[in-house]
C-alpha cells in the first residue's frame, strides 16, 4: 500500500460557525475566545488575534461555543492578526483534495504521513475513515509535514485508554502520561469524544502524571509557541554552483547555494521551503530533491522531496537560523537513472518561497535560481549496494541499563564498480525503536575488518550520523562491513532499538574519477531503505556497579573502639532503582595470631558514608556460608537496602575489642556475584 491513499471528503466551509453567543459586550483578557459582530471566533494570545479558520477546527478545541467573549468591533480591530489557528494534536486525522496522503496532526501543527489504510485501522479502529477532515488548500500553509509516524505508534496529543483498563493516557512521544483525574482532564480542555482505546501500550515509557492544566496542553496551537519577531535575509552565495554536468544515479549534485543572514538578536526558524525545477527539463530527471545545510557534505533537512504538478517540492522540517549568525543552505538533486535521464536537458533549481516561523520577516527577492546544468546519459560513475553484514545481529542482545559496546547493527558496502574507486564519507541511520534521544549516550561505528574505531555520533531527533574522518576509501570491485555498537546504554528500560537507514542518501558515497556523489542500491526501493526490523533490541532493567572507593585508603586504627570504618564502595546504580536484599562483606585478619580474631569484630553495620544513615541492621563478623576460621568471616545481612539512580558511597563500620595487638591488619571485600 502506497504511504498516500485516498478519501473522499467534503470541503469545510471557510469561516462557517453555527452557534449562539449572548450579546454581552466586554473587555478580553490574553487566553480568551472572542469574537466582534462578524460570525468569526478568535482565540487572543500575546495582545493578538488567532483565527479559527472553520468550525471543524473550533471542536478539536473546545465542545462549543458558551465561552466565546463578544467584544465591540473598535476592541477587536485593536487586535493584529496573528495568524491561524490549526487543528488540536491527537483529535483528527487531516488532508487536503489535491493531495491523497492522509496525516496525524502532532502540536504546533506538524503532519506525520499514517502510511496506509491498515495502520489507519490498526490505531482508530474499522471507523478510521471517519476521523478524517479535509483542509482547505489556502490553510495548509499553517502546517508543516514531518517525518512518518513510526507504525503502531499514536500522533503525540492522543488520549487513549487500553483495553481492559480504566487509565486515561496522554501520549507524549514515547511515552504515556497518565491523567490523574477527572478535574486535570477538563483542565487542560481535553474531550472525551476524542478517546481512542489500544489493545496495547506497553511499547510506551510511563510518564509523569498530568495532575493540573499545563500550559503546554491548554495553548491553541498557531499562536506563536516562541519568541516573536526576528527577521533574516536571504541571497544568492557567491559560491553558488557553476553550470556543469550532472550524470545518471548522481546524488547531491549541487544547484544552488543560498545565505540565510540573521543580523539581529533573535533566532529566527524557516518553517518551510519550496524549491521549483525550471530549466529545458522534466520532472523526471530527478529522482528527488532536498536541503543540504553548511556544505555539500553536511547534514540533510527532512526527507528527499518530489515534485508536484508545479514543478515545485515542499522541505518542510525547521531550520534555525541562530541569532547573528548566516545559514548556508544548498538545493541539490539527487538525479535519476541514466535510463530515465533525458541527454541534453538543460535543468535549474531554485527557492521559490520561504516560511518563516513566528511572525518573523524575510528580506530578499524570492524566485532565487542556480544556474543551468547539462544532463549527460553516456558516462557510468561508480555503482555500490548495501547490505546487511554477515554478523548483523539477529537476536536481541537484550542490553541492561549500563550494559557497554553492545552491537546493534552491522551493514555491507560493496563497490561494484571495476573502474573507479569510491570513499565513504557518512553513514545515517534512523533509531526507529522506542528508545529516546538520552537512552542512549553515544554510537560508534567500527570497521569489522580491524575492529578500528571509525565515528562516534549521537541520537539527535532519531538520527545517529556517523562523519567519517578521514574518509574510508574502498577499491574497485571491493567490499567492507561496518558494526555499529552502543557505547553504553543509560536508561530506556522496557524501550527497544533498531536502526534503520530510512533515505537512500543516507550513505554518502563518492566516486573518486569523476567527483560525484552516487545513490546506491538498497534491500528496498522505498523508506526506509533498508529495514532491520528482525534486529530489534529491547532494553532490559537497571544494572548495579560495586567497585572499591579509591578515595578510603588504608590507616591506622585503634583496638577497643566502636564504630571503626574498615571500608568503603561505590555503588553505581543505572536505569533504575535496585533493591538489594542481600549483603555480605568477607573480612580477613593477617599479622600475629595471638591477637584479636573475628570473634573480636561484632556489630558491622553498612551505611551511606555520604548521609551517615545506617543502611542495614548490625551482625556480628562470622557465620558467612563460606569457610569461617579464626582469621576470616564476615558481616551478612538480609535487610532490603533501596538504591535510587546514581553514585552511592556505602561503607562498612565495626566495633573491634581490645584483644587486637600491634601490627594486625584488617581488610573486608565484597564480591556481589556472592549475592
Not at 89 to 109: L, W
Not at 140 to 152: A, C, F, I, K, R
Not at 238 to 246: I, L, V
Not at 268 to 287: H, K, M, S, Y
Amino acid at each position: 500500500m502506497k504511504k498516500g491513499f485516498i478519501i473522499f471528503m467534503a470541503l469545510a466551509m471557510l469561516l462557517s460557525y453555527s452557534f449562539v453567543v449572548a450579546p454581552v459586550v466586554k473587555s478580553a483578557s490574553d487566553g480568551d475566545l472572542i469574537k466582534g459582530s462578524g460570525s468569526a471566533v478568535y482565540y487572543l494570545n500575546g495582545g493578538k488575534r488567532y483565527v479559527f479558520p472553520n468550525e471543524k477546527t473550533y471542536k478539536t478545541w473546545y465542545p462549543d461555543f458558551s465561552g466565546v467573549v463578544v467584544v465591540s468591533d473598535s476592541e477587536l480591530s485593536s487586535y493584529p492578526l496573528g495568524g491561524n489557528v490549526t487543528y488540536r494534536a491527537g483529535t483528527k486525522m487531516v488532508k487536503i483534495d489535491t493531495v491523497p496522503t492522509v496525516y496525524a496532526v502532532e502540536p504546533g501543527g506538524v503532519l506525520r504521513s499514517i502510511l496506509s489504510e491498515a495502520n489507519a485501522a490498526a490505531l482508530y479502529g474499522s471507523t478510521w475513515n471517519k476521523k478524517i477532515d479535509d483542509v482547505p488548500d489556502s490553510f495548509w500553509v499553517n502546517y508543516t509535514v514531518g517525518d512518518d509516524l513510526t507504525e503502531g505508534n499514536y500522533p503525540t496529543g492522543t488520549i487513549v485508554k487500553e483495553e481492559g483498563s480504566a487509565t486515561t493516557y496522554y501520549i507524549d512521544g514515547a511515552t504515556r502520561r497518565p491523567i490523574a483525574t477527572g478535574v486535570a482532564f477538563d483542565a487542560n480542555n481535553l474531550n472525551w469524544s476524542y478517546l481512542v482505546t489500544a489493545t496495547s501500550l506497553v511499547a510506551y515509557s510511563d510518564g509523569t502524571s498530568i495532575t493540573g492544566a499545563e500550559t503546554a496542553l491548554t495553548t491553541v496551537a498557531g499562536t506563536g509557541g516562541g519568541v516573536v519577531g526576528g527577521s533574516v535575509t536571504v541571497s544568492l552565495a557567491s559560491d553558488t554552483p557553476a553550470s556543469t554536468t550532472y550524470m545518471g544515479t548522481q546524488a547531491r549534485a549541487p544547484f544552488l547555494a543560498v545565505n540565510v543572514a540573521n543580523s539581529g538578536s533573535t533566532d529566527v526558524t524557516i518553517d518551510n521551503i519550496v524549491i521549483e525545477r525550471g530549466g529545458l527539463a522534466l520532472d523526471a530527471d530527478f529522482a528527488t530533491v532536498a536541503i543540504i545545510e553548511d556544505s555539500i557534505s553536511g547534514s540533510q533537512t527532512g526527507l528527499n522531496k518530489t515534485f508536484n504538478s508545479d514543478h515545485r517540492a515542499t522541505v518542510g522540517d525547521d531550520i534555525v537560523v541562530k541569532a547573528g549568525t548566516t545559514k548556508k543552505l544548498f538545493v541539490v538533486g539527487n538525479m535519476t537513472t541514466r535510463e530515465l535521464m533525458t541527454a541534453g536537458n538543460t535543468p535549474k533549481l531554485g527557492i521559490y518561497s520561504m516560511a518563516l516561523k513566528n511572525d518573523a520577516t524575510l528580506s530578499g527577492s524570492l524566485p532565487i535560481w542556480g544556474n543551468t546544468m547539462s544532463l549527460n546519459t553516456g558516462v557510468h560513475i561508480a555503482a555500490a549496494t548495501m547490505a546487511a553484514g554477515g554478523s548483523n545481529p539477529t537476536t536481541d542482545a537484550a542490553p541492561k541499563v549500563g550494559d557497554m559496546n553492545v552491537e546493534v547493527a552491522q551493514i555491507k558496502v560493496t563497490n561494484d564498480s571495476t573502474t573507479e574507486e569510491i570513499q565513504i564519507e557518512k553513514v545515517v541511520f534512523k533509531q526507529n525503536g522506542t528508545a529516546s534521544d538520552s537512552d542512549v549516550g553515544t554510537y560508534s561505528l567500527y570497521d569489522s575488518s580491524n575492529g578500528a574505531k571509525l565515528a562516534t555520533a549521537s541520537q539527535v531527533n532519531k538520527y545517529i550520523e556517523f562523519s567519517l574522518s578521514p574518509v574510508f576509501k574502498l577499491g574497485k570491485a571491493k567490499n567492507n562491513e561496518f558494526m555499529v555498537k552502543i557505547d553504553e546504554v543509560q536508561g530506556g528500560s522496557g524501550r527497544t532499538i533498531q536502526l534503520d537507514i530510512y533515505r537512500n542518501t543516507d550513505l554518502l558515497l563518492k566516486g573518486l574519477t569523476y567527483n560525484a556523489y552516487v545513490i546506491p542500491t538498497f534491500p528496498a526501493t522505498s523508506q526506509p531503505y533498508w529495514d532491520n526490523a528482525g534486529e530489534v533490541h529491547k532494553i532490559g532493567n537497571g544494572s548495579l556497579k560495586v567497585e572499591p572507593d579509591s578515595t578510603f585508603v588504608a590507616q591506622n586504627i585503634a583496638e577497643g573502639k566502636d564504630g571503626v570504618q574498615i571500608g568503603q564502595w561505590l555503588f553505581t546504580v543505572k536505569g533504575e532503582a535496585v533493591d538489594i536484599t542481600a549483603m555480605e562483606a568477607l573480612c580477613k585478619i593477617a599479622g600475629t595470631a595471638a591477637g584479636g580474631n573475628i570473634s573480636d569484630m561484632t556489630g558491622g553495620i553498612f551505611y551511606d558514608v555520604e548521609t551517615g544513615t545506617g543502611l542495614t541492621g548490625a551482625d556480628d563478623v562470622g557465620g558467612l556460608t563460606t569457610t569461617t576460621t579464626a582469621a576470616e568471616g564476615g558481616v551478612s545481612s538480609t535487610d532490603t537496602v533501596s538504591l535510587n539512580v546514581g553514585v552511592h558511597k556505602v561503607g562498612l563500620k565495626i566495633n573491634l575489642s581490645s584483644d587486637f595487638v600491634d601490627g594486625q591488619t584488617i581488610t573486608c571485600e565484597i564480591d556481589p556475584d556472592t549475592w
